[in-house]
C-alpha cells in the first residue's frame, strides 16, 4: 500500500537550504504535529545561527567601542544562543541513532 498523505510543507521564512533539509526529514520520518513545530524551532535556530556566522565572517569577532575597548559583537552571542538551541531542539526530536532502542524516536517513513 503507498502512503498517500502529503507531506507538511516547509515553513516559508525559511532559508532554501533549510526548507530541504526540512523536506528531508518530513519524508524519511513520521513526523507528528508537535515534531513538526519542534524540527521548525529546530530550522529557524539553524537559519538565525548561519546569519550571525555571515556577519561574523564580513565583520569579524570584536568591535571597539566609541572608549576605545574592545568588545564582542552582538552575533557572536546570538550564534551561540541559535546554535544551542538548534542542537536542544534536533536532540529533543530524537532523530540520531542512539545507543539506547528505547528512546522515543519518530518511525520511519514506510
Known amino acids: 500500500m503507498t502512503d498517500t498523505t502529503k507531506s507538511p510543507k516547509p515553513p516559508a521564512h525559511l532559508t532554501a537550504e533549510t526548507r530541504r533539509f526540512w523536506e528531508g526529514l ?50 557572536v552571542k546570538i550564534e551561540v544562543d541559535a546554535r544551542t538551541a538548534y542542537l536542544r531542539a534536533m536532540r529533543e526530536l530524537g532523530l540520531d541513532h542512539v545507543a539506547n532502542p528505547e528512546a522515543p524516536r519518530p518511525p520511519a517513513r514506510a
Open 26 to 75: 518530513v519524508n524519511e520520518y513520521a513526523l507528528e504535529p508537535h515534531h513538526l513545530r519542534i524540527l521548525e524551532a529546530a530550522c529557524q535556530s539553524w537559519d538565525r545561527y548561519q546569519q550571525a556566522r555571515e556577519i561574523l565572517r564580513k565583520e569579524g569577532l570584536t568591535f571597539s567601542d566609541r572608549l576605545g575597548n574592545v568588545r564582542a559583537r552582538p552575533e
